[in-house]
C-alpha cells in the first residue's frame, strides 16, 4: 500500500469515528462566537439597585445582633439587599448563614416564597409576572450555587428564572432559554454530557487526538490531490 492510499484510508476512517464530534466542535464554537456571554448570562436584564455594601457599627447594635445568634459568626456582613432592606447575614463555620432584618431586628432566614420574590423582582429590570417559585435544595446542570434556593421563574419571552439564596437572601444565579442553550451545546462541546463542567476527561483528550490526526493525514494527502487535479 503506498503512503497516500494509507494516509486516504487513515483519513476516511478518522473522519467516521470523531466527524460529527468534530462537526459539534465547530457548530457549538460558532454559536459562542454569535452570542455575547453578557447577554447569555443575562446581564441586560439586571435593575440599577442591587446589592451593596452598608456602613453600620456600633457598640449596641453588634450586641443586639450577637443577642440573636446561637454563636459568634465567623463573618459578619452589613449590607442593602436587591429590594433595598438594610439586612446583616452573619457566615459561620459549621451552620447555615442567619440574615437580619436591621429595621426591627428579626431573624428572617430562610426567606419564604414571598420575600425571595420580592428580591427576584426587584433584581429584574421591568420584572413580568412570575409564573413560578419553587424551593431548590439539590444542585443540577442548571444551579450549582448556594442552597436551598428559591427558583423564581418570570413568564417572559426569555424565560428568566432567578435563583435567591434562601438563607443570605442574595441573587446567586440568572438562567434564561438562551443560556439553557449555551450550556448544552458546552456540555456538547467538552463531551461532558454529565455536569457539563469537566473539560479535562480522556475521552475528550482522546477525540482531540484523532482529530489532529485526521487533519494532518487530511494535509498530507493535499499534494496528492492537487497532482490528480492538474492531470
Not at 114 to 131: F, K, M, N, S
Amino acid at each position: 500500500m503506498t503512503f497516500a492510499r494509507f494516509a486516504s484510508s487513515l483519513h476516511k476512517w478518522l473522519a467516521l469515528i470523531v466527524g460529527v464530534q468534530v462537526l459539534l466542535w465547530v457548530s457549538s464554537g460558532l454559536f459562542f462566537a454569535v452570542f455575547p456571554i453578557e447577554r447569555v448570562r443575562s446581564e441586560h436584564r439586571i435593575a440599577h439597585q442591587h446589592a451593596a455594601p452598608l456602613e453600620l457599627a456600633g457598640a449596641r447594635s453588634t450586641a443586639e445582633l450577637m443577642a440573636l445568634l446561637p454563636e459568634a459568626p465567623q463573618k459578619l456582613i452589613y449590607q442593602r439587599d436587591a429590594a433595598g432592606q438594610e439586612v446583616a447575614v452573619a457566615e459561620f463555620s459549621a451552620r447555615r448563614p442567619i440574615t437580619i432584618d436591621l429595621n426591627d431586628w428579626q431573624v428572617t432566614s430562610p426567606l419564604g416564597a414571598e420575600a425571595a420574590e420580592l428580591i427576584a423582582r426587584a433584581y429584574v429590570a421591568d420584572a413580568p409576572r412570575v409564573r413560578e417559585r419553587r424551593l431548590v435544595a439539590e444542585e443540577s446542570p442548571e444551579y450549582r450555587g448556594a442552597l436551598p434556593a428559591w427558583r423564581i421563574a418570570f413568564d417572559d419571552a426569555e424565560g428568566l428564572a432567578v435563583y435567591v439564596a434562601a438563607d443570605t437572601g442574595a441573587v446567586t444565579a440568572r438562567r434564561s432559554d438562551l443560556w439553557r442553550i449555551y450550556d448544552a451545546l458546552w456540555a456538547l462541546h467538552i463531551m461532558d454530557w454529565r455536569d457539563h463542567e469537566n473539560f479535562n476527561t480522556g475521552l475528550l483528550i482522546a477525540a482531540s487526538l484523532l482529530a489532529l490526526v485526521m487533519s494532518i493525514s487530511g494535509l498530507l494527502l493535499l499534494p496528492f490531490r492537487l497532482r490528480v487535479l492538474r492531470r
